[in-house]
């Protein structure tokens, strides 16, 4: 699938959605929809949520990472974060997400 | 702070859309002083953070106007005030607390006015109940 928004691609049981621009509160009902569509779907092992294009993020995305958990939490599939920025990474460090989510990848500015 | 250098006064619609104008704006305005990448997201995101606020809580149950003002000075304070005539708070210090929401979607973190208060110098929030809310945020950039 690709839209506007979202890549989402299934193999070898690891679900990877892959977000396109901001997420904030305007962009992040079709993202979360979408993802909770493809995680009923294909019922993967591992959600592995790409931030690698994700520039700008406000506590909007917070919300829906912690929703996609609870999403794949609820099949029994493990939920990874690949490549925030440093941005983003900031706000996740604020709200105490690796506490919970392990992140993956490279800093990157 | 000393002397007023520049300012921008900026009405939009209580439209999710204009999250994102809102948050551009002012970063196009901000970017005069040549303020680094980390102060720029910053900016972004508490004004994100502060006009969504106005959008899903304080317009909840009906379109209205939000403002947004930016002014610097010469010692390179940012200074912003972001205002609604929605809802209003009852209990502002209640409403500060990190993850405390109104929302019942599960979708809100209530992170809110945690990142405005950190990535931000200083926040000012006032509001009364069906009075609206008016936030005053200031940074002092390097
Ligand atoms: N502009 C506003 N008008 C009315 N209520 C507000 C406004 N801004 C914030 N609030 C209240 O304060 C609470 C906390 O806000 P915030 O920290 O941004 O978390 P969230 O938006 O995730 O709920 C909101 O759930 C809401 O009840
Ligand atoms: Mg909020």
């Given at each position: 699938?690709?839209?506007?928004?979202?890549?989402?691609?299934?193999?070898?049981?690891?679900?990877?959605?892959?977000?396109?621009?901001?997420?904030?509160?305007?962009?992040?009902?079709?993202?979360?929809?979408?993802?909770?569509?493809?995680?009923?779907?294909?019922?993967?092992?591992?959600?592995?949520?790409?931030?690698?294009?994700?520039?700008?993020?406000?506590?909007?995305?917070?919300?829906?990472?912690?929703?996609?958990?609870?999403?794949?939490?609820?099949?029994?599939?493990?939920?990874?974060?690949?490549?925030?920025?440093?941005?983003?990474?900031?706000?996740?460090?604020?709200?105490?997400?690796?506490?919970?989510?392990?992140?993956?990848?490279?800093?990157?500015? | 702070?000393?002397?007023?250098?520049?300012?921008?006064?900026?009405?939009?619609?209580?439209?999710?859309?204009?999250?994102?104008?809102?948050?551009?704006?002012?970063?196009?305005?901000?970017?005069?002083?040549?303020?680094?990448?980390?102060?720029?997201?910053?900016?972004?995101?508490?004004?994100?953070?502060?006009?969504?606020?106005?959008?899903?809580?304080?317009?909840?149950?009906?379109?209205?106007?939000?403002?947004?003002?930016?002014?610097?000075?010469?010692?390179?304070?940012?200074?912003?005030?972001?205002?609604?005539?929605?809802?209003?708070?009852?209990?502002?210090?209640?409403?500060?607390?990190?993850?405390?929401?109104?929302?019942?979607?599960?979708e809100r973190s209530g992170m809110g006015f945690a990142v405005m208060q950190t990535f931000m110098d200083n926040l000012e929030v006032y509001s009364k109940k069906d009075k609206g809310v008016r936030i005053v945020m200031e940074k002092k950039l390097k």
């Open positions: 699938m690709n839209t506007e928004s979202l890549v989402v691609s299934c193999e070898n049981g690891i679900l990877k959605a892959r977000v396109l621009g901001d997420i904030d509160h305007h962009c992040a009902k079709p993202i979360r929809e979408k993802i909770d569509d493809y995680i009923f779907k294909y019922k993967p092992d591992l959600v592995l949520l790409d931030l690698s294009l994700v520039e700008f993020m406000d506590s909007s995305g917070l919300g829906l990472i912690l929703g996609r958990f609870n999403t794949a939490n609820e099949i029994g599939a493990d939920f990874k974060i690949y490549s925030p920025s440093r941005g983003v990474r900031k706000i996740l460090e604020l709200a105490g997400i690796e506490r919970l989510i392990k992140i993956e990848g490279e800093l990157r500015g | 702070m000393k002397n007023k250098e520049n300012q921008m006064k900026l009405y939009l619609p209580s439209l999710s859309i204009n999250e994102s104008v809102a948050r551009s704006a002012v970063a196009v305005f901000v970017a005069q002083l040549n303020p680094t990448i980390e102060e720029i997201s910053d900016i972004k995101c508490a004004v994100s953070e502060a006009v969504t606020n106005s959008i899903v809580h304080g317009y909840k149950f009906c379109q209205g106007e939000i403002y947004i003002g930016v002014k610097y000075y010469s010692d390179r304070t940012v200074v912003i005030e972001i205002k609604d005539k929605g809802c209003g708070i009852e209990d502002v210090k209640l409403a500060m607390t990190p993850l405390f929401t109104t929302d019942t979607t599960g």
